[in-house]
C-alpha cells in the first residue's frame, strides 16, 4: 500500500473489482482504471483492490486504508452461457454485507453489469449509490455532492434510494463528454494480469447507435459515439508498452462504425510503429479490404467479427444490418491478408429455425479458415427490442427474476438441449468451432503456451488441439 495515501488529507476512495471468472482468461479492470484516472484527476487519493491481484482480505485493506468512499466495479452479471449458466449476483451482495461490517463509508457501484440492471442491484446489494453506464464525470458529481451535503438526486447517470428506500436511477446522459480521463494504471495489478495471460484493454470509441434486437451495449455506453483521437490512442499505447505489455485488445464494442475513426488510429498506429500487437471486434458492415489492410499495418493480428449467423432471415429478425454475402466478402479478405480472425454466432435467437441453423452450419464450410465461438440462446437484457418480445411483460415475471436467474430466448420449437446437441455432433467434425466456454484442455494449454511468452488470444492453436483430442478419441 501507499503509505503516502494513508496520511494524506486528500479525500481516500477505495475501489474494488470483484471479478475473478477467468474465461477466456481473466480480464484486467480497465473501467476501474477510467475511474482511477478521474478521481485522481479531480484530487481524490485511490487505492486498487482487486480480487484475483492483491494480496489480503478487502477487510484488512478497509481497516488500513479508512476509506471516505468505496467505488465497487460489477463488470458481469453472469457468463451468458444458457447451457451452464454461471450468476455473479450474489458475490456482490455478499461483498456489500462484508464492507458494511467494517466500514461506514458510502457505497458506490458501477461497471457494465450494475449498468443493465441499476435500481434492481442497488436494491439487491444494500449499496448506498450506483452510477450507470459512464462512470468517470457522474462519479466525481456524485462524490462532490456527498461531501457537501447536497442530494444526488439530479446528477445524470446516478443511483440512489428514495425517502422509502426505494431504488431511482436517473437516465444516463445521452449528450455525455466521454472520455473526460485518461486511465489510471496500477502497475503491479497491470503486472499480474499480463503475467496470467490477460490481454489488456485499450478503448478508442464509445457507443453504438445500432439497434440489434438483443444488445446492451448502447444502454451501457449510449448511442452517440465518442472518440479518442488517433495521437491518444498512440499515447495509450505506448503507455502499455512501458508497462510491458505486447499486445493488447481494443475494447470498442465495433471498431469500425465510423470509417474515418478507424483510418485516423491506425494511421496514427502505423506511423508510431510501436511495436504493439492487438485485435478488435469488427462488423462485416461497410468493411473493405483496404480498411483490413491499413489495420493488419497497424498492428492487428487477430478480427472477431460479430456475425451472429449465416442465414439472412435470421440476420435480419436479429436487427443486423448486413448480409451473409458482406460475412462471406470480409472473410474472403482477412484469409486473403493472412489475419487470423474468428465469426461469434448465435443459435436460437428470434427468426432462428432448425433450417436456418443447418444453413449456417453448412455455409461455414464456404469460409475459408475461420474459428467459430458460438453461443445457444440469447441473453435477454432491459432496454432491448427482445425484451419487450420475451421480457416480463411477456412471461408475467419481475425484472428481478431476469436478473437474478440468467434468461435467454430460445425460439420455438429450438431447445437449449437440441441446439447443444446438434452443434456437439457439428464440432466433432469442426475442430475448429467452440461452442460455449473453450474446453478446459485447450484453457490449460494456452496457459502453459503463455507462460513461455506466447501473446494474443491464441485461438488458432484451438483447431490444432481439438484435431489431436479428436485423432485420441477414435483411436
Ligand atoms: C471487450 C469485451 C470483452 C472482451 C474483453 C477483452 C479484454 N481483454 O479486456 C472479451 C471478449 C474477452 C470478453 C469476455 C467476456 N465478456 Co465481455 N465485454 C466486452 C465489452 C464489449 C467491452 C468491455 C470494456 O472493456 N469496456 C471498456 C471499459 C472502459 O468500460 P467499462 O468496463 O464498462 O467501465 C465504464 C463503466 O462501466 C463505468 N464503471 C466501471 N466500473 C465502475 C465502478 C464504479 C464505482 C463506477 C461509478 C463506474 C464504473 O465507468 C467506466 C468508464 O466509463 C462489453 C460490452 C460493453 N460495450 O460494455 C462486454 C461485456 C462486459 N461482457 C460481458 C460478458 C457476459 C462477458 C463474458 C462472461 C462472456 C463469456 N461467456 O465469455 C466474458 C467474461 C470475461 C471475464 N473474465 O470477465 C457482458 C457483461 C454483462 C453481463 N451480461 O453479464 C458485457 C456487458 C456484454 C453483454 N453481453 O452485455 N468481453
Ligand atoms: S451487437 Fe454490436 S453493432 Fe449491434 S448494437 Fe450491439 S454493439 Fe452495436
Not at 69 to 98: E, G, K, M, W, Y
Not at 138 to 165: F, H, M, Y
Amino acid at each position: 500500500m501507499d503509505t503516502q495515501s494513508l496520511q494524506s488529507a486528500a479525500p481516500c476512495v477505495l475501489l474494488v473489482n470483484l471479478n475473478t471468472y477467468d474465461q477466456p482468461y481473466p480480464v484486467y479492470p480497465l473501467g476501474l482504471a477510467y475511474i482511477d484516472g478521474a478521481l485522481r484527476a479531480a484530487g481524490y487519493e485511490t487505492y486498487l483492490w482487486d480480487a484475483r491481484a492483491s494480496r489480503g482480505p478487502l477487510e484488512e485493506t478497509v481497516a488500513q486504508f479508512q476509506p471516505d468512499f468505496i467505488a465497487l466495479s460489477l463488470r458481469n452479471i453472469d457468463n451468458a452461457q444458457s447451457h451452464n449458466p454461471l450468476s455473479f449476483v450474489r458475490s456482490l451482495a455478499d461483498c456489500c454485507a462484508t464492507l458494511r461490517k467494517v466500514t461506514r463509508a458510502p457505497i458506490i457501484v458501477g461497471g457494465s453489469a450494475f449498468s443493465i440492471f441499476p435500481t434492481e442491484l442497488l436494491e439487491l446489494t444494500g449499496a448506498d449509490y450506483g452510477v450507470r453506464g459512464e462512470g468517470e464525470a457522474p462519479l466525481v458529481a456524485l462524490l462532490a455532492a456527498l461531501r457537501e451535503n447536497r442530494p444526488p438526486s439530479s446528477i445524470p447517470g446516478v443511483a440512489w434510494k428514495d425517502a422509502s428506500r426505494a431504488a431511482c436511477c436517473n437516465e444516463y446522459a445521452a449528450r455525455q463528454a466521454g472520455f473526460t480521463a485518461e486511465p489510471a494504471h496500477t502497475p503491479d495489478i497491470l503486472a499480474s494480469y499480463v503475467g496470467a495471460g490477460s490481454i489488456i484493454g485499450v478503448q478508442t470509441q464509445r457507443g453504438c447507435p445500432l439497434k440489434c434486437c438483443y444488445c446492451s451495449y448502447p444502454h451501457i455506453e449510449g448511442r452517440r459515439s465518442r472518440y479518442r483521437t488517433g495521437a491518444q490512442v498512440v499515447e495509450e499505447m505506448a503507455r502499455l508498452r512501458d508497462l510491458g505489455v505486447r499486445y493488447t485488445f481494443i475494447v470498442d464494442s465495433v471498431f469500425n462504425t465510423n470509417e474515418r475513426h478507424l483510418v485516423e488510429v491506425c494511421e496514427a498506429l502505423c506511423s508510431a510503429n510501436l511495436g504493439v500487437e492487438w485485435e478488435c471486434f469488427l462488423s462485416p458492415r461497410g468493411l473493405t479490404r483496404d480498411h483490413l489492410a491499413l489495420m493488419k499495418r497497424a498492428g492487428m493480428r487477430h478480427v472477431e467479427f460479430g456475425a451472429d449467423s449465416f442465414s439472412d432471415p435470421v440476420l435480419k429478425a436479429y436487427g443486423k444490418v448486413f448480409t451473409y454475402e458482406d460475412i462471406r466478402r470480409v472473410s474472403a479478405y482477412a484469409d486473403e491478408l493472412g489475419i487470423l480472425y474468428g465469426h461469434f454466432l448465435i443459435f436460437g435467437g428470434p427468426g432462428e429455425t432448425p433450417g436456418t441453423v443447418e444453413q449456417t452450419l453448412a455455409r461455414a464450410a464456404e469460409i475459408p479458415r475461420a474459428y467459430y465461438f458460438a453461443t445457444i440462446g440469447m441473453r435477454i437484457f432491459p432496454g432491448t427490442p427482445l425484451w419487450e418480445k420475451s421480457g416480463p411483460a411477456a412471461t408475467g415475471e419481475t425484472r428481478e427474476a431476469f436478473l437474478a436467474t440468467p434468461r435467454f430466448h430460445i425460439e420455438p420449437p429450438l431447445t437449449v438441449e437440441s441446439l447443444y446437441e446438434r452443434l456437439a455432433v457439428f464440432r466433432n467434425t469442426a475442430p475448429n468451432w467452440v461452442v460455449g466456454d473453450p474446453p478446459s484442455a485447450f484453457v490449460a494449454t494456452i496457459k502453459k503456451l503463455r507462460s513461455r511468452g506466447l501473446r494474443g488470444p491464441l485461438w488458432e492453436y484451438i483447431e490444432i488441439l481439438q484435431r489431436y483430442q479428436q485423432s485420441g478419441e477414435n483411436r
